[in-house]
């Protein structure tokens, strides 16, 4: 069996238990495979402060659109944007890229704050 080679001891281990690097090497590319398969991936149509919304359609009630989100100090800024009342994806991407613009002016900066 090719995978497999004696040990000094006699005893058949597979390949990759003869040495610590080859070992190391093993374990990070299977985790590397589960954490590849497992995470999630963003949505494509997403922005900085803009996260697009779609219900699956198995779903009772649909909804479509982008939702702007803020948080600075104890300011919490919150709205949807749906694709209906926008007229399409487009108009609603386009109706709250506007509303973070204008968002951004009227709120303060971010601050900071690291750890000393």
């Given at each position: 069996?090719?995978?497999?080679?004696?040990?000094?001891?006699?005893?058949i281990r597979p390949?990759?238990?003869?040495?610590?690097?080859?070992?190391?090497?093993?374990?990070?590319?299977?985790?590397?495979?589960?954490?590849?398969?497992?995470?999630?991936?963003?949505?494509?149509?997403?922005?900085?402060?803009?996260?697009?919304?779609?219900?699956?359609?198995?779903?009772?009630?649909?909804?479509?659109?982008?939702?702007v989100h803020f948080?600075?100090?104890?300011?919490?800024?919150?709205?949807?944007?749906?694709?209906?009342?926008?007229?399409?994806?487009?108009?609603?991407?386009?109706?709250?890229?506007?509303?973070?613009?204008?968002a951004m002016r009227?709120?303060?900066?971010?601050?900071?704050?690291?750890?000393?």
């Amino acid at each position: 069996m090719a995978f497999l080679e004696p040990a000094a001891t006699g005893k058949i281990r597979p390949r990759w238990l003869l040495d610590d690097d080859s070992l190391i090497l093993g374990i990070v590319s299977l985790v590397s495979r589960y954490l590849l398969l497992m995470r999630r991936r963003p949505n494509p149509d997403s922005e900085a402060n803009i996260r697009r919304i779609d219900t699956k359609a198995r779903a009772k009630k649909q909804t479509h659109g982008f939702q702007v989100h803020f948080l600075r100090g104890n300011n919490v800024v919150t709205k949807m944007f749906s694709d209906s009342i926008c007229g399409g994806k487009e108009g609603a991407r386009r109706a709250a890229r506007r509303f973070r613009r204008t968002a951004m002016r009227r709120l303060p900066k971010r601050k900071f704050v690291g750890f000393n």
